[in-house]
């Protein structure tokens, strides 16, 4: 096929993948990052509304002054220490399209336009060098493993520097020596930086896959690919423009001495920064909530990788291996789910991709066409079986486990957490409350950050309620390693007005599989009852 041809083949992959995103995007709900999130856009809005027409009096321009960012780019010295750049995606797609639709929706088109370029560029890449099917395989899997569709979704860091990382390994896997290919790969190494502070470690692959080749032209290469790297990221961080040293430091201090304290039950057991997850925690993820098809044809992809041996393939397994060995380490604090290796699950994605390639290709060596059809026909049914799957949970497909695991119900008899990031918060629940809930009366949740933004867009109605008013409802997030005593209580004995599932619609009644509450609205009697003691 031609470059031209593969070129197409590339857009129209990106234009299905941004078309699939944005569409399914309204029914998902709000998730707890992301009103952090769309305020700091909020302040990018304006400061590039400054930029126009702002000026200082000495005549340089205004809004790039250290006083002016500092007040508008909440980054890198910031409490939790993130760089700028996957905000600014968000922000631009909310200022031009936040007036025709809605805030949420209007600033999830960012991450949805990156993840969409990356899938473009995956197929283009990935065709090339392994084949048709893996590139579109690749391409399927990353749209339908469920917990990387949810994140595909949201206005924060997580999706983009998966996108952002895969874009780099696409781009620098034959290693080209030419300067335009290492410029390009250099500015994606500084982008990806710039995203999230993992973005770093997607450095160590790109370094050493290069070494490994011992060519002495992939290994010059990097006198170009780090500083162009490293300029990239200055020049699209401005809050280091001014004190690029400084800043930097308190970047890495604020990441490598984090003082969040993020929970988690894993297996029964409780987590925290104090306590690390036990080393096999990034294998037992990658078993439990990866959808079968997708695992075993990762696994078959891994082996084939690691018998070829070529540099395409080196390459991918060091990248997939990176974040799999960083997360298992002694000392990492916690995360929610997979979110803080999500970039491994990517690359997992690329390798069942190559494995169904391999598949389909020993295929047709086979004597009878009907084993042929066969073969080829389960590899067709696998992939629809992942959109099976994913329509099951959706929207709460961050809840997904395996059918390895038992679902949702399997994981949470065994002590994983059924819900972490409110997305079962969605139109069912937000419906019944404001149907359910006279005016005058209040609702209480337990912790949540981004009520007072559902309020401000209508979805919850009971907004207006006096400071001293009633209390009515008590709306509980099933996520094991944050319930307090009184928490447990009402979930053993208390009488729930709703419970939510995972899946569209599901409020009343779930399957076997998905049986376990995601969240629960429960009479505020009962809980001040479960305080104090009394629940029965």
């Known amino acids: 096929m031609t470059f031209d041809t593969s070129r197409r083949f590339a857009f129209a992959t990106a234009a299905v993948a941004f078309v699939f995103l944005a569409a399914t995007s309204p029914a998902i709900p709000i998730v707890w990052d992301e009103g952090e999130y769309l305020d700091r856009a909020n302040y990018l809005i304006k400061w590039f509304k400054l930029i126009w027409h702002v000026r200082s009096v000495d005549g340089g321009l205004h809004v790039f002054s250290a006083g002016v960012i500092h ?72 749209l339908t493993f469920p917990r990387l569709f949810s994140e595909a979704h949201f206005a924060t860091l997580d999706a983009q520097v998966t ?15 030419d300067p335009e290919a290492l ?32 060519e002495r032209r992939h290994v010059t290469g990097l006198l170009v690919i780090i500083p162009v790297g490293l300029v990239t990221f200055w020049v699209v961080s401005p809050p280091l423009w001014h004190h690029p040293i400084r800043d930097i430091h308190e970047h890495f201090r604020l ?7 993020i929970p988690v039950t894993f297996f029964g057991e409780h987590y925290d920064k104090d306590r ?72 997992w994605c690329v390798l069942a991709g190559i494995g169904a390639q391999e598949i389909w290709d020993a295929s047709s060596g086979l004597a009878e066409r009907t084993r042929m059809v066969l073969a080829r026909g389960g590899l067709i049914a696998a992939l629809a079986a992942n959109l099976v799957i994913l329509a099951r949970y959706y929207p709460q497909t961050l809840s997904h486990y395996n059918v390895l695991i038992g679902g949702v119900r399997g ?12 997305d079962a918060l969605d139109s069912d629940v937000l419906a019944w409350l404001n149907e359910h809930t006279e005016p005058g009366a209040r609702v209480a949740f337990s912790s949540t950050a981004n009520i007072s933004i559902l309020r401000g867009w209508g979805r919850l109605r009971p907004v ?52 376990v509450p995601l969240l629960v609205v429960f009479p505020y009697d009962q809980y001040r009852a479960a305080i104090a003691g009394r629940l029965r």
Request: proline content about 6%.
């Open 411 to 422: 994981a949470a008899a065994l002590g994983m957490e059924p819900a972490y990031w409110w």
């Open 163 to 177: 996108a952002y990382w895969l874009m780099l390994w696409s781009m620098d896997m034959l290693r080209r020596s």
């Open 183 to 214: 410029v390009r790969v250099g500015i994606m190494a500084g982008l990806t930086s710039a995203t999230k502070f993992t973005g770093w470690l997607a450095w160590a692959p790109l370094v050493l896959s290069r070494f490994v080749t011992r």
């Open 464 to 515: 207006q309620a006096p400071r001293g008013g009633v209390f009515k409802w008590y709306v509980l997030q099933n996520r094991t390693a944050y319930l307090a005593d009184s928490d447990r209580q009402l979930l053993a004995r208390g009488t729930p007005a709703l419970v939510k599932y995972a899946g569209y619609g599901r409020t009343g009644h779930a399957p076997w599989d998905l049986n």
């Open 276 to 347: 690390s997850l036990p080393w096999y925690n990034t294998i037992a993820w990658l078993l439990m909530v990866t959808p079968l098809p997708i695992l075993l044809l990762g696994i078959f992809g891994l082996v084939c990788c690691v018998r070829r041996r070529d540099g395409p393939s080196v390459s991918l397994v060091l990248n997939w291996a990176t974040l799999m060995v960083v997360r298992a380490l002694p000392g990492v604090p916690p995360h929610d789910g997979i979110r803080l290796f999500l970039p491994a699950f990517g690359f």
């Open 71 to 142: 007040d508008n780019w909440h980054f890198f010295t910031w409490y939790e220490g993130h760089p700028s750049w996957a905000v600014v995606p968000i922000a631009i797609t909310k200022g031009l399209f936040g007036s025709v639709l809605q805030e949420l929706t209007a600033a999830r088109l960012g991450t949805i336009a990156i993840f969409s370029v990356a899938c473009g560029l995956i197929t283009f890449h990935t065709r090339a060098t392994f084949g048709t099917v893996a590139a579109v395989v690749a391409v399927a899997c990353l």
């Open 255 to 261: 990441n490598l001495q984090r003082d969040l304290n």
